[in-house]
T-cell receptor, first 116, second 114 residues
Framework: GAVVSQHPSRVICKSGTSVKIECRSL??????MFWYRQFPKQSLMLMAT?????????EQGVEKDKFLINHASLTLSTLTVTSAHPEDSSFYIC????????????FGPGTRLTVT | AQTVTQSQPEMSVQEAETVTLSCTYDTSESDYYLFWYKQPPSRQMILVIRQEAYKQQNATENRFSVNFQKAAKSFSLKISDSQLGDAAMYFC???????????FGAGTILRVKS
């Protein structure tokens, strides 16, 4: 089956710093990737849709200048949390849609971000 | 906007028994897709089953089956012969287009008792 990886799996950063999270499709090409945020014991909320070679589409209420998304290749999308604050602490999950055939969507294992 | 509601925050089932998780949704569209995802303690999202709205036949995947009631906008998941490995958070999700963004319900924690 298709595999999506995320790096790092856990990150702790100080308030005011920026942190980058990578989402990679390992064995397929993904023209579209999605970034979700999940608070403890809560649901996944879509933050943005990332399309290869174009600007990301952000959901209402998501600060695009704070959560920078780049999808520079068919296998890699990055989410950069800029000037992180404790309230940005959360679990970030990406998913990737396989190009062509069946448009199946595969999820990464998630990244736990803790801002101190 | 589409919404997905899971009214059962937590459910318990005895091993080998059957349990049903409820899900309702709201949409004005006629064609869409519904999913049940499992999130175990590892947090890795796993697709359990999917249903295309245009199909009247309920989807089944081994011990997992759904009861899709389009008019009532209801999409419940039945797990038969529950196993300890079924213990997880289960999310109901909606998508207007297959492979497109998902709208998730709040989730139901399923506990399996031995």
């Amino acid at each position: 089956g298709a595999v999506v990886s995320q790096h790092p799996s856990r990150v702790i950063c100080k308030s005011g710093t920026s942190v980058k999270i990578e989402c990679r499709s390992l064995d397929f090409q993904a023209t579209t990737m999605f970034w979700y945020r999940q608070f403890p014991k809560q649901s996944l909320m879509l933050m943005a849709t990332s399309n290869e070679g174009s600007k990301a589409t952000y959901e209402q209420g998501v600060e695009k200048d704070k959560f920078l998304i780049n999808h520079a290749s068919l296998t890699l999308s990055t989410l950069t949390v800029t000037s992180a604050h404790p309230e940005d602490s959360s679990f970030y999950i990406c998913s990737a849609r396989e190009q062509g055939r069946n448009y199946e969507q595969y999820f990464g294992p998630g990244t736990r971000l803790t801002v101190t | 906007a589409q919404t997905v509601t899971q009214s059962q925050p937590e459910m318990s089932v005895q091993e080998a028994e059957t349990v049903t998780l409820s899900c309702t949704y709201d949409t004005s569209e006629s064609d869409y897709y519904l999913f049940w995802y499992k999130q175990p303690p590892s947090r890795q999202m796993i697709l359990v089953i999917r249903q295309e709205a245009y199909k009247q036949q309920n989807a089944t995947e081994n011990r997992f089956s759904v009861n899709f009631q389009k008019a009532a906008k209801s999409f419940s998941l039945k797990i038969s012969d529950s196993q300890l490995g079924d213990a997880a958070m289960y999310f109901c999700a909606y998508s207007l287009e297959y492979g497109n963004k998902l709208v998730f319900g709040a989730g139901t924690i399923l506990r399996v008792k031995s």
